[in-house]
């Protein structure tokens, strides 16, 4: 980590801070339950400790590691169905593949971001290659969630695969951060993932000792989920460290702060910066489905178990089994 880097003094910065700007406060802090999912790998529910009022649209991110597996141990997902929400998949260390019945996907590499619109329903498989479960290694990356209006619950399955060249790369006014933005507008640099909910999800560096005074959308939420580093969150300074999910109130700018001194892991604060628009309706959620209704759920259901959620095609992807 971090996945891609650059050097700061030759990136575009963004705007400073203004006298009028509004400054968001820190509304929660939390840390997120780790458990195993898929076929037994870690992750971190990063948004469990904060309420679904307060992160709309992201319905759950999930942190994937950081894990450094020995041979024959990386694990990731069989097939498995999707419907009426998007998976955005950012790597920082490790390789995972992705194959969906609607003819998505690719190897995915450090620096590289899966986008998944699973819409009105799509199967998928998540899974390291045969040759990252035959050596092991260093493994990181997160899943986000992002929930479909009811409008666009519908749309056909697609995939966008945004490659470590594509990011689009800012840095701080004194070049003290890097900002890496992988979808949504940013003091009026766009990103290249392509959104149906307006949103902007960034991957941010703040360099020992630094400061990060980023200029927010009014209207969208603001979270920042810390991976690795310590530090502080908006100009209150409250402390915040790797695991932390801070939910930010109203406003037009937040701050984040890199402590001085890191710990050996890390010479940053190294955040995921997550905002976007409420849709403001209802959402039920049962496993790998997200509707507005229960009925809807059930008919998912019903759909998925009837093979009408697609066909795995003939010599798809399977996870890769160590056999030494």
Request: glycine share 14%; hydrophobic share 40%; proline share 9%.
């Amino acid at each position: 980590m971090p996945a891609v880097t650059a050097d700061t003094l030759t990136l575009p910065r963004i705007s400073p801070a203004a006298v009028e700007d509004v400054e968001r406060p820190v509304a929660n802090i939390s840390t997120g339950p780790t458990g195993l999912e898929g076929m037994g790998f870690p992750v971190r529910r990063a948004l469990a400790g904060a309420p679904y009022q307060l992160t709309d649209p992201f319905i759950m991110m999930d942190h994937l590691g950081e894990i450094d597996y020995g041979i024959g141990e990386p694990k990731g997902t069989d097939w498995h169905p999707h419907r009426g929400f998007e998976t955005v998949t950012y790597l920082m260390d490790g390789l995972f593949q992705h194959q969906d019945s609607s003819g998505g996907g690719g190897l995915i590499e450090p620096g590289d971001t899966q986008w998944m619109t699973a819409g009105s329903g799509v199967l998928h498989i998540e899974t390291p290659p045969a040759s990252m479960v035959e050596s092991g290694g260093l493994f990181n990356g997160v899943q986000i969630w992002v929930n479909l209006p009811a409008s666009a619950k519908w749309t056909p399955p697609a995939y966008q695969g945004i490659t470590k060249r594509d990011i689009l790369l800012l840095t701080s006014p004194d070049a003290g951060a890097i900002i890496r933005v992988i979808a949504g507008d940013v003091d009026g640099h766009v990103g290249p993932g392509s959104t149906h909910t307006p949103i902007t999800i960034i991957h941010a560096s703040i360099h020992a000792g630094e400061r990060l005074s980023l200029p927010w959308n009014p209207s969208f939420n603001a979270m920042a989920y810390v991976f690795a580093g310590s530090g502080t969150a908006g100009t209150e300074e409250a402390p915040i460290h790797g695991g932390n999910m801070v939910v930010f109130g109203r406003g037009d700018r937040l701050t984040l702060a890199a402590d001085a001194t890191q710990d050996s892991r890390t010479d940053a604060l190294e955040v995921m910066l997550l905002g976007g628009e409420p849709i403001g309706e209802p959402a039920f959620q049962y496993g790998p489905f997200v509707m507005n209704t229960e009925a809807e759920l059930a008919q998912a259901i019903d759909d998925y178990q009837h093979g009408r959620m697609g066909v795995i095609p003939p010599g798809a992807l399977q996870p890769h089994v160590h056999r030494g």
